[in-house]
């Protein structure tokens, strides 16, 4: 019987990551995709830690939330990106239960985590542009620091039923998981337990989670538009606006790739196209974060300007 053969993740053996099937040729280039950006995310990422701790002028809030952010982003492709690179190098995938479950665990949690990171920035713009005299003694750094450290907590407290509930599971069949990590529905797809149950659970945090932060940035940004079209100076707008844009252009992205991830009641379908859509989310998006705040952020231009001429 299917039962007496099922092991949990306590007891089987490894699982293999089938990453991207397909010809000698597409793997390489799939390789060196990965590993161009997975080093452009963590120095671009690292140049914006080091750039804000660099200069005085860039010592805000903003800037606060943007070097969590950026510290966000090297490790959340850090979770996925050296695993996949070894997989499509060997071209075996294997990886322990253990391994996997806790690569599953820390990129749920860090993505949590950018939700309620984007939400806080959000907040911090709004204050900024629509609060502006009261923008100082409101977000103060006691405040930032707090608004910072619950979006972690939360991020990572998130996660924690549903990864329960799957370190539970029994795996009786094939241990070959359709992805290039341990992402949760592909995973829970191999299982012969009744999954209805975890469904349920990733698909009401990950609604609970992108709802919440989506609300706080959609307020944010209706009272940032509504002040915005108030002014009556276009040089005060330009600057009102130029103020949330690089802002604006990530939350527009992440959440352009991860609603679709995410807010799914079943997880049997659209596996290939999944996979597609997470390389966009896990390896393309942290890499333009940097650029998207380097180009469109006059502050951070000026910052790299002085320090590229050594003042």
């Known amino acids: 019987m299917a039962w007496s053969r099922s092991h949990n993740l306590s007891t089987q053996g490894p699982f293999i990551l089938l990453g991207f099937p397909g010809p000698q040729g597409l793997h390489v280039g799939l390789f060196l995709l ?11 990422n690292l140049a914006i830690i080091s750039l804000v701790g660099a200069h005085r002028r860039l010592r805000t809030p903003m800037y606060f939330f943007l070097c969590n952010l950026s510290f966000l982003e090297i490790w959340f492709t850090t979770a996925c990106a050296p695993k996949a690179l070894a997989a499509i190098a060997s071209r075996s995938g294997a990886i322990s239960p253990a391994g996997c479950a806790a690569q599953m665990y820390f990129v749920f949690s860090l993505g949590c985590t950018e939700y309620f990171l984007l939400a806080a920035m959000a907040y911090d713009r709004y204050l900024a542009v629509c609060r502006p005299l009261r923008y100082g003694s409101v977000m103060t750094p006691g405040l930032s620091a707090r608004l910072a450290l619950g979006s972690w907590l939360g991020g990572f407290s998130a996660i924690s039923v549903p990864a329960a509930l799957i370190a539970r599971l029994s795996f009786c069949g094939s241990r070959v998981i359709n992805h290039f990590f341990c992402d949760i529905a592909p995973w829970i797809v191999l299982s012969c337990s009744d999954t209805r149950v975890v469904e349920l659970a990733s698909f009401g945090i990950a609604f609970c989670v992108i709802v919440s932060s989506c609300f706080i940035t959609l307020v944010s940004y209706a009272c940032i538009i509504v002040t915005i079209v108030r002014m009556r100076s276009a040089d005060g707008r330009h600057r009102a606006f130029s103020t949330c844009s690089s802002h604006l252009t990530v939350v527009l992205i992440w959440y352009g790739s991860t609603i679709f991830l995410h807010v ?6 659209s596996l290939d196209l999944t996979k597609a859509v997470t390389v ?28 590229a001429q050594g003042k």
Request: aromatic share 12%.
């Open 280 to 307: 966009l989310n896990t390896m393309v998006t942290p890499v333009l974060n940097p650029f998207i705040y380097t180009l469109r952020n006059k502050d951070v231009k000026d910052a790299l300007r002085r320090w």
């Open 34 to 44: 990965f590993l161009v950006t997975y080093v452009l995310t963590v120095a671009g």
């Open 264 to 269: 799914r009641t079943s997880v049997e379908s």
